[in-house]
């Protein structure tokens, strides 16, 4: 079994800052592709940025710029820093990993996991 427990969100002015951090827990083998996405009351959960297991990225035109992802591979940790908070960044914050665990058989798999979220509210 294996876990991602996010921390970091929480209430925040216009233009303020936070960074949330997602650690993986369990039978974790590797993990490769790890990324952060979000849902807004009323609208689909769309990505906001991703990070292979070598550190290439990607991002959401909306939040390029001010969003930065990184990880720590040792602490099977990805981190979302946010910077120039908007009103409408408020959202559930996901993070999501592709997993290398065992089976229940032995086997090496890969499974998608996500964790419970966390919710970053910009608000003055």
């Known amino acids: 079994q294996v876990q991602l427990v996010e921390s970091g969100g929480g209430l925040v002015q216009p233009g303020g800052s936070l960074r949330l951090s997602c650690t993986a827990s369990g039978r974790v083998f590797s993990i490769s592709d790890m990324g952060w996405y979000r849902q807004a009351p009323g609208k689909q959960r769309e990505l906001v940025g991703a990070?292979?297991?070598?550190?290439?990225?990607n991002y959401a035109d909306s939040v390029k710029g001010r969003f930065t992802i990184s990880r720590d591979n040792a602490k099977n940790t990805v981190y979302l820093q946010i910077n120039s908070l908007k009103p409408e960044d408020t959202a559930v914050y996901y993070c999501?990993?592709?997993?290398?665990?065992?089976?229940?058989?032995?086997?090496?798999?890969?499974?998608?996991?996500w964790g419970r979220g966390t919710q970053v509210t910009v608000s003055s």
């Open positions: 990070i292979t297991r070598g550190g290439s990225t």
């Open positions: 999501n990993a592709k997993v290398q665990t065992y089976s229940s058989g032995g086997y090496l798999v890969t499974v998608d996991y």
